[in-house]
T-cell receptor
């Protein structure tokens, strides 16, 4: 099955600086890579995702990059703000093509701390 | 309001006493899933269902059962709970397969097995 490794487990950055979280995956069949944000005591929420047919995707201060050859993808947050403090999870799954499995494997999470 | 609901939100029980955690969604979603969240281990998928009467094992299915008799409901059953099933459980749903449609999580159920 798929194995997703996520680093670092904790990341502390100064407000206004950039933060980068990295994930690697093992299954070459994986083609869809979502990122979830979980604030303290809340449920996970999807913040951005990327499919294997693109190398980068941006949404305001958040971007995700994908290197399929190296089997790794990263989350980039620029101009960090206090509300960015949360746990972030990466995940991977194959693109569903009808029939077969459609499970989702998560990384273990990164606790992002924004220092004022 | 479109939502995923779980009940109960908190549960303390004893080893071996069967329990069911309910999950319901009102968005007519085909895909539903259960995850457990443990410190240092992140989220791990227990079971998922791609439609009524269709269920599949996730990464950690041992000790759990599920059923999908109706589209809106996806209960998680622990036939004989053990202390290692103490965890935070999330139900989630998606319109269809999760690689094409956003997954929405319920509020979570915190289970303690003594």
């Amino acid at each position: 099955g798929e194995n997703v490794e996520q680093h670092p487990s904790t990341l502390s950055v100064q407000e206004g600086d950039s933060a980068v979280i990295k994930c690697t995956y093992s299954d070459s069949a994986s083609n869809y890579f979502p990122w979830y944000k979980q604030e303290l005591g809340k449920r996970p929420q999807l913040i951005i995702d990327i499919r294997s047919n693109v190398g980068e995707k941006k949404d305001q201060r958040i971007a995700v990059t994908l290197n399929k050859t190296a089997k790794h993808f990263s989350l980039h947050i620029t101009e960090t703000q206090p509300e960015d403090s949360a746990v972030y999870f990466c995940a991977a799954t194959p693109l569903y093509s009808g029939g077969g499995a459609d499970g989702l494997t998560f990384g273990k999470g990164t606790h992002l701390i924004i220092q004022p | 309001e479109a939502q995923v609901t779980q009940n109960p939100r908190y549960l303390i029980t004893v080893t071996g006493k069967k329990l069911t955690v309910t999950c319901s969604q009102n968005m007519n979603h085909e895909y539903m899933s259960w995850y457990r969240q443990d410190p240092g281990l992140g989220l791990r998928q227990i079971y998922y269902s791609m439609n009524v009467e269709v269920t599949d094992k996730g990464d950690v299915p041992e000790g759990y059962k599920v059923s999908r008799k109706e589209k809106r409901n996806f209960p998680l059953i622990l036939e004989s709970p053990s202390p290692n099933q103490t965890s935070l459980y999330f139900c989630a749903s998606s319109f269809r397969y999760i690689s094409a449609y956003e997954q929405y999580f319920g509020p979570g159920t915190r289970l303690t097995v003594t």
